[in-house]
């Protein structure tokens, strides 16, 4: 019963994240799209380079934030003497607080090269990415990072298999 419940939080947060790495792709796709070739005009104020270098600091601390933040929690979860349900809790929310403040980031980047035309937001959207794609959970990504061994790292690896 438990790894029914376990292999249910697991498959919820790989949804839940998904979408979070879906949804802004588009978006920053047009932007992109239209920074190269100016498909569309848009009337954008005129905004001063202090929100340029603004922005551009902010998906920095943004990025920097994340990973400290996932870090840290991931270390309180090592400290507890915890049951595994418990700890596959807490790395769910830890992972989706972390995903929600990279989906932030994709945003910013995108209005960052929306106004701005400055090619540092797309290299910021770039390593966003990789944050996505480093982060993604997966049952080995899991046992890595809570550093679980023997019935417990059998019953995440056991999530792997579909069915």
Do not use: C, H
């Amino acid at each position: 019963m438990e790894e029914k419940r376990i292999k249910k939080r697991f498959e919820t947060l790989e949804r839940n994240v998904l979408i979070l790495i879906a949804i802004p792709i588009p978006f920053f796709a047009v932007v992109y799209l239209n920074s190269q070739n100016s498909t569309f005009s848009f009337d954008l104020p005129e905004l001063s380079t202090f929100w340029d270098s603004f922005g551009l600091g902010l998906v920095v601390s943004i990025l920097f934030l994340q990973y400290f933040n996932f870090q840290t929690s991931i270390k309180r979860i090592l400290r507890g003497n915890l049951d595994l349900e418990t700890k596959l809790a807490l790395y769910s929310q830890a992972t989706m607080q972390r995903f929600w403040i990279l989906f932030v980031s994709t945003f910013i980047s995108a209005l960052g090269l929306l106004f701005f035309d400055n090619p540092g937001f797309t290299m910021a959207f770039a390593v966003t990415l990789l944050f996505f794609s480093l982060g993604k959970p997966s049952p080995d990504r899991i046992v890595k990072s809570l550093k679980l061994k023997g019935e417990e790292k059998d019953k995440v690896l056991g999530m792997k298999r579909r069915g």
